[in-house]
């Protein structure tokens, strides 16, 4: 019964199937229309109170959600803050950068990145991003100054 192709679909049509919504819902795997899928992502993430600040080349984007805004108004992060980076996280193998604050509860994070590579100018160019998006974010002016 497992093997009747008329009751249940073959291992290929499974994949073709998964690739064809992943595709109308997410894109298909190359970077060419990447742009106009993250225009549309980051412009429904704005209305629902997110800051995003975006910088197409390198390909930058810097992401506070509206939870980490409270903790920007509290003053948990003025002490130390902590940043992690995940490489080849999707298909054009992007890296997503965190940034930590320490708290008794325990790490609160403030601001997401998802930048293109791993080097120090791009790095350069990610905290430079970071602490625009920070300023943007008018409750936290406090912690650009940590990021100087």
């Known amino acids: 019964m497992l ?7 073959s291992e ?11 595709a109308e819902k997410y894109g298909d795997r190359n970077e060419c229309n990447l742009p106009e899928i993250m225009r549309g992502k980051i412009e429904s993430l704005i209305e629902k109170g ?3 600040l975006s910088k197409p080349y390198p390909r930058i984007i810097v992401i ?3 939870i980490k ?8 992060y003025e002490n130390m803050i902590f940043v992690d980076t995940t490489s080849s996280c999707d298909q054009t193998s992007s890296a ?3 940034v930590f604050t320490s708290h008794k509860i325990g790490g609160l994070p403030l601001v997401c990145a998802i930048h293109t590579e791993q ?12 602490k625009e998006a920070i300023e943007k974010n008018e409750t ?3 912690l650009s100054l940590i990021l100087l």
């Open 64 to 66: 506070i959600t509206p």
């Open 96 to 98: 997503i950068t965190l």
């Open 50 to 52: 997110y800051t995003i």
């Open 119 to 130: 080097n120090e100018p791009n790095y350069t160019l990610v905290f430079g991003t970071i």
């Open 69 to 76: 805004k409270r903790v920007f108004l509290s003053t948990a």
């Open 140 to 142: 936290s002016k406090n």
């Open 12 to 22: 290929n049509h499974v994949y073709y199937m998964y690739n064809k919504w992943r």
């Open 3 to 9: 093997s009747n192709s008329q009751i249940n679909p």
